[in-house]
């Protein structure tokens, strides 16, 4: 059976902020270590891909400068799906035009089938 440790502090739920990992001690006691919460690289809020020129650090820590890009979307989205994104409004809008064109052309033919 694994012997039991405490907490040494005062949380004593298993939250993010208090996970720990039993150690040794040279003298053979049984202790608690706490673990510091690592710093996971800044992700594309859709794809979940890296960003590039964004520093691996806590928002909150760092200077704004390091925290974005000079760019739309400069710290939550890629530059590829930004490109995408301007070229899917792009066509998205070229369709909008195509299918006024084709309604009206479809209008203009009515009009003179019926005057003949």
């Not at 809020?45 to 964004?54: D, K, M, R, V």
């Amino acid at each position: 059976m694994a012997t039991r440790v405490t907490y040494r502090r005062k949380n004593t739920y298993k939250t993010k902020s208090n996970v720990t990992r039993k150690f040794r001690t040279p003298g053979g006691r049984l202790l608690v270590q706490y673990r510091n919460k690592t710093v996971k690289p800044a992700r594309c809020s859709e794809t979940g891909a890296l960003l590039n020129g964004i520093t691996r650090a806590k928002k909150n820590l760092i200077p704004r400068r390091k925290r974005t890009v000079s760019r739309p979307y400069g710290g939550v989205l890629s530059g590829a799906e930004v490109k995408q994104r301007i070229k899917r409004a792009f066509f998205n809008e070229e369709m909008k035009v195509i299918k006024n064109e084709a309604q009206r052309s479809r209008k203009v033919n009515k009009k003179t089938a019926k005057k003949k």
